[in-house]
């Protein structure tokens, strides 16, 4: 089994813009006055590539060496700092894994490369675990967002092998002339909805393509 290596990419003070946003948001909007200060982290996990590989991969592909800090393996965090992470639910594009993962696959010349991103949040401030709660329920769009692990995996592949798209459910209309399919992709012996495809019908009852 090929090794995961795991990178946090953090844009300098100066340049955290997207972090700055989210504080002043969560401090107007949900009254958070107790917070102090919040941090975003890109994680990636990168699985299929050699050591040498990764660490040319870094500054071309994962950050930005004139505004990014890059850390290998954990990301240290200070005492009563809260930290959890975001991720897309399986199933879902992300199109941020998908760049670097073909990014890596070039730089590799191997098809096997893997790629996980997640966005960690850390805390700073006096927050009780419903603030965090609120916090969390703001920032995570439940449709295609959950909260990620923190550990970090053995395996990429290990229970995120999709299949081919299959039809999950078919939509009719009064007549019975199927105007509508629900497909999705296949984990184990399970289906994630991904989409729902609708097919016009011309006068003689056949799909119009």
């Known amino acids: 089994m090929n090794k995961v290596y795991r990178i946090y990419v953090e844009k300098r003070k100066e340049f955290a813009v997207e972090a700055a946003e989210i504080l002043e948001n969560l401090k107007t909007q949900l009254k958070l006055s107790d917070l102090e200060a919040l941090s975003v982290v890109n994680r990636y996990d990168v699985q299929g590539v050699s050591e040498e590989v990764l660490n040319q991969g870094i500054p071309t592909i994962l950050a930005e060496p004139m505004v990014d800090d890059v850390l290998m393996e954990d990301y240290p965090v200070s005492d009563g700092s809260i930290v959890f992470a975001i991720e897309y639910l399986p199933g879902q594009y992300d199109q941020r894994a998908d760049a670097c993962e073909q990014c890596f696959q070039l730089l590799s010349g191997k098809k096997s490369v893997k790629v996980k991103c997640a966005k960690l949040i850390v805390l700073t401030g006096e927050l009780t675990k419903e603030d965090v709660k609120r916090v969390q329920n703001y920032l995570i769009n439940p449709v295609d967002q959950r909260l990620a692990n923190l550990a970090k995996p053995e395996d990429l592949a290990e229970g995120e092998q999709y299949d081919t798209f299959s039809a999950l459910e078919k939509r009719t209309d009064k007549y019975g002339s199927m105007i509508a ?29």
């Open 181 to 209: 399919m629900v497909v999705g992709r296949r984990n184990g012996d399970n289906y994630v909805k991904t989409g729902e495809i609708g097919l016009a019908i011309n006068k003689s009852g056949t799909s119009e393509s």
